[in-house]
Nanobody, 121 residues
Framework: VQLQAYGGGLVQAGGSLRLSCVAS????????MGWFRQAPGKEREFVGA????????YDADSVKGRFTISRDNAKNTVYLQMNSLKPEDTAVYIC???????????????WGQGTLVTVSS
């Protein structure tokens, strides 16, 4: 599986960005998809996940109410809509795949390269 994330950039605090991640392969609709982020000097942090059909979502407390994950299986794409951005959201955002697709035991096994989001104060 190959993942390509894009849509990052520089935005002012309070602004919005939408990230996209395109996955290769014909079985995208069977994957649980997720987003992680890694800020400079910090460990990778889980941001959220979305089930195969998009009916179930889980967001980390740090982004709940501000970030929304969605997907379009016809386009092999998962999105991360980020609103009310804060300087502490600055990080490389990385999409991930769980090929098993079992929402009850999520285990991501592929990660993309990521896209940088910088939030200025």
């Amino acid at each position: 599986v190959q993942l390509q994330a894009y849509g990052g950039g520089l935005v002012q605090a309070g602004g919005s960005l939408r990230l996209s991640c395109v996955a290769s392969g014909r079985t995208f609709s069977s994957y649980t998809m997720g987003w992680f982020r890694q800020a400079p000097g910090k460990e990778r942090e889980f941001v959220g996940a979305i089930s195969r059909t998009g009916t179930r979502r889980y967001d980390a407390d740090s982004v709940k109410g501000r970030f929304t994950i969605s997907r379009d299986n016809a386009k092999n794409t998962v999105y991360l809509q980020m609103n009310s951005l804060k300087p502490e959201d600055t990080a490389v955002y990385i999409c991930a795949v769980d090929q098993q697709g079992d929402w009850t035991k999520i285990a991501f096994d592929y990660w993309g390269q990521g896209t940088l989001v910088t939030v200025s104060s």
